[in-house]
């Protein structure tokens, strides 16, 4: 124990000495005491030179006391960096012996100010206590024991190399001391594990009179003096949650905070041991985190399938060592301040001002210390790393990887919505990171300490538009993360992110000041040691050590105006010359400019310039070709492959682009086997700049560059794609992604991306890319499959469709065959994802007779051949969404046409309309309808019971309570187009319109129809809404008053089920259970002397039953009606006609119809009673599937003895027989009274037999059909053979080879099938006969 006398002294205020600026800046003081550990105040903002602490302290009476004051550089990394303002003595015994002790003016001496304004000298103003009594110190004061930790790392970074590895964590361990030290100096004294624990610590920072006696001892004890400064970090982190001060803000569980004790005992045990010994050991040093690092294959497997992104790029730049340390400092304070509420930080700044290099040094510090959870970075010349639909998902990947726990969470959500990574931006945050991370299991990462995620470079992710969603998913839904969830994101100042971010209230956004003088610093020390290091490589030119000079630095510095990737290439540009002085000299030489984008410019003029060749006019155009690939490609390409590409598309001889890029290293990164890439870019800016670069030889054309990389495309796939280029077998498990060459891979994947870009562009593109088509169609298909990129064949065609459909001087014949490529995909993407090869043996085979790619193709390849045909047209159903539970009743499309809300009589389903994936189930009961809110996120269910549920279409969590009123049972809703009202109607027959943010009603008019309320739509300026009752009226209302605004629209002769308002609001569409679709004029009603005829409507006539729903298209050139005849009738509303080649048709009646808009082309979604969810075509003419060859399912199929002929039998009750050549009847319906069980054609080839299902035996002449009689001995079963060819599941199967011939496509299930030689015979459920002969098959005659 020390026994020394103690008196305490109060540090109230300080009047600092007035300094050579004016900023005011953060002080603190410090106490020195001899002998002692020193002390300090919290660091204080001063305000006109003024700085009030009034914090007290415990100081030996009998010891030198001096008190300093000093300036900190704000959350300063290199504690050693603050500045001294000037020192007092304090001789505390003399002022203690005055017979009255009071407040005590120290004034600073003059001749620690004169480096100052002598008006403004400066002082500390203190008060001392006498002691009444000795005051006992004990041993294990945390506070102590703390300050001597600090004073130690206080000592420690000024021995420590700043270039060393383990400076930085130094550093961080001094900041995170520091700042528990001053949140709880005093409070933990009592607690006795805390005080043993760091006088453990206490004891192991020992080492640092070690090191300060023997710094040779530094370089071999570097590895543990770092794990020393990781378990301090920890260890501080878990004391400051311990101690209420942390994230979690309450105490932590006894028992495992007992056992974190004696673990971080143990460990600083054998650290100490470790370092005194010198024996490396190993030690298991102890997280805060309390993770396990240990992941399930499973697991891992399942986090794979989103489809993350690589991230993977160890050449990214770190922060020179001594650089950045204000905003590292910065930065990694905000991280782990627990009291901070924004949990996102925005780091923005110019380009080159090295926003990418910080953020890289922040992923590589949080990845040592454990806490790094995810690091994204964007490139856009990288397809995969510029994608905002592929943020969120990598995001949860990494985040998955991080932490085992959050892993299998993750898992879970992917198990339970697989398409989850189709899902929308908004959908994924919450389901795999909000959802995952509010779990119970989940609920610790509030106490284990921050975990760091970074963003880097957002504004290379997507274009403007492209990434609305993610940057409204950071701003909206990031502070629904944990707080321990430190997201660090950096970009340019473009102004859709900035309108993101800025104002957001958990945002923090930080400024990178290129014209600060700790830029300046970081510039001046980043010149002088990449100038130090060329210096040591031209080690013959004996250039002197001091070269270049402060001097020269200083001139550098100061041209580079606070840009990073200024100095980067004028160090490139010096280090690539001859003689670096003259490379010196010629930046010096250059002007220094007003503004950062002048500086820029002109270190890229003189960078181009020093080549000397512009005269020639081959280099100049090897240049502008090779940057014209590397700048327009979507993927860095190496330099092989842009010789490749550019000898595809040259008519003369080429020359390696190695051969141009060796004479411009200063602004290229790459190398023979790299990707060759611009050094920064910024630099593809100026060249993409006419103004800017101001040099025809350097000016790259973007558009053109997308022209000539698209033609080097094709030319490339033109030169090796063909049927089977790999040469596969057809497997049913599919294959393994094919390593291609790269420049085929490209081609394949970007061709029509560099098409679409291709401005301008002239006729013989057209014509190249018709060309390509015509011959390598289903080859680039087959190797989109190779790739295992077949679900991307649709949308890119459907892109180049609408290029070839905008561009002036369309190709009609192209736009034919892109048409029709594109029901190509869609119809059979996914069979031909199961195998490439099945491009040519199922869906080329089952493709529409008379469509234009089956035309182009049948006769060109070995291909199976169905007889007859499958089908003439293309079906114009596009996809069956699985069933739902039972009778659609309603169908809502969110605003942005990514998700539909299906209601059924049990509830309501999210789906995800590309996929058909099932999303989430919404409010389950009697639910009559269910809408989207405008917004897309909120929907609302209104239910028999008479109430309204509010709900979150992501989370399928209700928003507040139900809506009720005495309304009865509720058949109608609408939303007003602001989405800020909401319009019910009902059993009652009123409409009652609410508040949707406050949930009250705004409008609760009496009765408004004599009957129940059974429809209700806005118009779409939201100024009116109509409503349609079972009373046969319609009528129309002022949103704002309530009150009718038109007189009643009278004209049905029943109920109202549906109405609709056109998109001009000038009509109104309406449908009955008169059986009409009526459309009535709204401007004609509005007048006061309109006659009978004006106001009757104009009825279109068609359907035989209830029209329950209709829907006006977008453009309002169409209407669609759904009725209980089991149809959904087109109408042209221009022509008021029946567009009639385009029913669409369910099995049961339809109750509901909307309009959807799929990349620019017009959908019908459908809902009817058969639990089915339908998507249409709304131009194609075709039947839906095989034409029906029997009235019911077929049965039973044979093949004749040889082969010749085919007879089936089916539940309709009748035989037939076919010609398997062509497809055609020969003989037939023979009729029996029951359905047919079993058929055959005997050895004799003149009987036809068959039995029913009663077992009864039927024989017919096989010439003309006659009846002749029958014993049990013609039971067909004593007749069947059996074919070589068998059908698996979807697959059919050659048994005498084991080959596989092919996979069905979607069709009515196959319930009978038989074979012959190479010939197979399928009957389906729907009475349909498919009869496919494959290559090899014997001639049938």
Known sequence: MD??????????????????????????????????????????????????????????????????????????????????????????????????????????????VLQYDASQRGYILVRLHRPEEPVQLA???????????????????????????????????????????????????????????????????????????????????????????????????????????????????????????????????????SFNTGVGVQIALIAHRMYEDVQSIVQTQSLAKLHPVDMDDPSRPACLPQTRSDLLSSLFSWAMNPSSNQNVLWLHGPAGSGKSTVATTIANIARDLGRLGAFVFFNRHMVARNDPAAVVRTLAFQLGEFDHRLGAAISTVIKSTPSIRQSPLRQQFHKLLVQPLSESELAVWSQEGPVIIVIDALDECGHVGDREDLLSVLALESVKLPPTLRIVVTSRIELDIQEALEARKNICSTPIDINSPATDKDIHLYLYDRLQNIRSKNKYLSLPQEWPGHNTIDALATRARGLFIWAFTACRYVENGQDPEDRLADLLRTDVCSNAESALDLIYSTALESVRRWEDPAFSADFRDILGVVIAARNPLTALTIDRLNEVASVSRTR??????????????????????????????????????????????????????????????????????????????????????????????????????SEGSEESLFSVVYDFLVKHLLHWIETMSLLKKARHTTKLLMRLEDWSQSTQGRHQELCNLLADAVRFCQAFTAVIEQHPLLVYTSALPFSPTNSVLYQLFKDELSIPVVAGGFRDEWSPLLMDIPRPGGEVTSLSLSSD??????????????????????????????????????????????????????????????????????????YALAFSPDGTRLISGGQNCTIIMWNVQAASVVLDPPATHTKTVLCLAFSRDGLR??????????????????????????????????????????????????????????????????????????????????????????????????????????????????????????????????FWQQYGRLRLVTGAKDATVRIWDTESVGSMGVARKHKGLVSHLAFSQDGQRIVSGSLDGTVRVWDPITGQCLLGPLKLEQQVHSVALPADNVRILAADRKGA?????????????????????????????????????????????????????????????????????????????????????
């Open 1025 to 1154: 809404y109509a409503s349609g009752s079972r009373d046969g009226t319609i009528r129309i209302w002022d949103a704002a008053s309530g009150r009718m605004a038109l007189e009643p629209f009278r004209g049905h002769s029943g109920g109202v089920y549906s109405v609709a308002f056109t998109p001009d609001g000038t009509r109104i569409v309406s449908g009955s259970d008169d059986k009409h679709v009526c459309v009535w004029d709204v401007q004609a009603s509005s007048s006061l002397n309109r006659s009978r005829e004006e106001s009757m409507p104009i009825k279109l006539c068609g359907h035989h039953s209830t029209v329950f729903s209709v829907a006006v298209s977008p453009d309002g050139q169409f209407i669609a009606s759904a009725s209980n005849d089991t149809t959904v009738r087109l109408w042209s509303l221009e022509s008021r006609e029946e567009l009639s080649h385009l029913v669409r048709q369910h099995r049961m009646p339809v109750r509901c119809v909307a």
């Open 897 to 970: 046409g990514s998700q539909l809300i299906s209601t059924v009589a049990r509830g309501c389903y999210v789906w995800d309309v590309i996929s058909g994936e099932l999303l989430i189930q919404g409010p389950k009961g009697d639910v009559a309808m269910t809408v989207f809110a405008p917004c897309g996120r909120l929907a609302a269910s209104c239910l028999f019971s008479g109430s309204i549920a509010l709900w979150d279409t992501f989370s399928g969590q209700m928003m507040g309570q139900p809506l009720t009123r005495d309304q009865g049972a509720i």
């Open 1257 to 1341: 035996v039927f024989a017919w002449d096989a010439t003309t059909g006659g009846h002749l009689p029958a014993t049990p001995a013609d039971d067909p079963s004593y007749h069947s053979i059996v074919g070589p060819l068998s059908l698996e599941r979807k697959w059919i199967v050659d048994s005498r080879t084991g080959a596989v011939l092919t996979m069905l496509p979607t069709m009515s299930p196959v319930r009978s099938h038989a074979s012959f030689g190479n010939c197979m015979v399928l009957g389906l459920a729907n009475g349909g006969i498919v009869i496919i002969h494959f290559p090899g098959a014997p001639q049938l005659v």
């Open 3 to 112: 026994n020394r006398t103690y008196y305490k002294a109060d540090i109230i205020e300080a009047l600092i000495p007035k300094k050579d600026f004016t900023k005011s800046s953060d002080v603190y003081i410090k106490i020195l005491v001899e002998g002692h550990p020193p002390q300090k105040t919290k660091v204080f903002r001063e305000l006109d030179g003024k700085a009030v602490w009034n914090e007290h302290f415990m100081l030996p009476i009998d010891m030198e006391t001096q008190l300093e004051i000093k300036q900190s550089k704000r959350n300063t990394f290199f504690k050693h960096g603050s500045r001294s303002l000037g020192k007092v003595r304090l001789d505390a015994a003399a002022i203690l012996r005055q017979p009255v002790v009071a407040e005590v003016q120290l004034n600073f001496p003059l001749d620690e």
């Open 656 to 757: 390696p682009s190695l051969h141009t890029i060796q004479h411009l290293g200063c602004v290229f990164r790459g190398t023979t086997s790299e990707p060759i890439q611009v050094i920064h870019p910024s630099f593809e800016e100026f060249l993409t700049d006419r103004a800017r670069c101001k040099r025809d030889e350097w000016f790259i054309d973007v558009s053109l560059s997308h022209q000539r990389l698209a033609l080097q495309c094709i030319g490339s796939l033109r030169a090796i794609l063909k049927q089977n280029m790999c040469n596969l077998t057809l497997t049913r498990s599919g294959v393994d992604v094919k390593i291609l060459p790269e420049d085929v891979t490209y081609s394949c994947i970007f061709w029509i991306e560099h098409v679409c870009k």
């Open 139 to 273: 041993r294990s004061s945390v506070g102590k024991s703390l300050s001597v930790v600090i004073s130690q790392l206080d000592t420690f970074v000024r021995i420590v190399d700043a270039a060393s590895q383990i400076h930085p964590f130094v550093n961080l361990a001094w900041q995170v001391v520091s700042s528990l030290y001053t949140i709880v100096r005093d409070q933990l004294d009592r607690d006795k594990r805390i005080g043993d624990l760091t006088d453990i610590m206490e004891d192991v920072y020992t080492f640092v009179d070690d090191v300060k006696s023997f710094p040779s001892r530094l370089a071999s004890q570097e590895e543990i003096i770092k794990k020393i400064m990781f378990q301090t970090i920890e260890c501080m982190l878990f004391i400051r949650e311990y101690s209420g001060h942390g994230f979690c803000r309450r105490t932590l569980n006894k028992q495992w905070a007992d056992e974190q004790i004696a673990r971080f005992t143990q460990t600083f045990t054998m650290l100490k041991a």
